[in-house]
Nanobody
C-alpha cells in the first residue's frame, strides 16, 4: 500500500517561510504526479499545487502562485512544498496527495487515490 507522511509544519510569523516534506513509500511512481492540498478549519480541502511525473510540469492555485514552489526528489522519493511570504490565510492542515487518476482532476480531491495524515501550518499576523 502507498504511504505518505508529511512533515515540516509549524507556527510561523506572517512573511516567514516553511518547507513541507512528504516522504512516500510504496508504488507511487505509477501515478501521473503528486500534489499538495490544504484544509482550513471548517472549510473543504482545496488544491494548492501539483507536479507531474513526466516532464516535471507544475501547477499552482492562484492564491499561492509566486510564493509557493513544489518540487520533488526522485532519489529520496520525497515531495516538497517551499512556502515563502506566508500569510495568515495560508493557515491550514496541508496534505500530500499521490495516485492521480487523470490530469484533468488534479485540482479535485476525488482525483487522487492516496493521502498523507496532514501537517499543521499556522501563520500568525
Amino acid at each position: 500500500q502507498v504511504q505518505l507522511v508529511e512533515s515540516g509544519g509549524g507556527l510561523v510569523q506572517a512573511g516567514g517561510s516553511l518547507r513541507l516534506s512528504c516522504a512516500a513509500s510504496g508504488r507511487t511512481f505509477s501515478s501521473d504526479g503528486m500534489g499538495w492540498f490544504r484544509q482550513a478549519p471548517g472549510k473543504e480541502r482545496v488544491f494548492v499545487a501539483a507536479i507531474m511525473w513526466s516532464g516535471g510540469r507544475t501547477y499552482y492555485d492562484d492564491s499561492v502562485k509566486g510564493r509557493f514552489t513544489i518540487s520533488r526528489d526522485n532519489f529520496k522519493n520525497t515531495l516538497y512544498l517551499q512556502m515563502n511570504s506566508l500569510k495568515p490565510e495560508d493557515t491550514a492542515v496541508y496534505y500530500c496527495a499521490a495516485g492521480l487518476n487523470t490530469n484533468m482532476a488534479m485540482a479535485m480531491v476525488e482525483g487522487w487515490n492516496y493521502w498523507g495524515q496532514g501537517t499543521q501550518v499556522t501563520v500568525s499576523s
